[in-house]
């Protein structure tokens, strides 16, 4: 499988990877750049925390 990833930004800084897993989820992850001063994109979900977040259930095809 074609590895499929964008990165995410806000302004000029760079937020994040988000990449698509084998069954075709969409994983994310924050930059080491956002995690040493950014915040949470989503509080419930995303905690600014050093790990690839991936979604438990495929609602809205895994986003």
Do not use: C, H
Not at 31 to 54: I, R, T
Request: proline fraction near 5%; charged fraction near 25%.
């Amino acid at each position: 499988m074609k590895e499929r990833k964008i990165e995410v930004f806000l302004g000029e800084r760079v937020v994040g990877t988000l990449a698509e897993t084998a069954d075709r989820r969409v994983a994310f992850a924050y930059s080491d750049e956002w995690l040493d001063s950014g915040f949470a994109v989503s509080p419930f979900s995303l905690p600014v925390e050093q790990k690839v977040f991936v979604p438990s259930s495929q609602n809205f095809q895994g986003l």
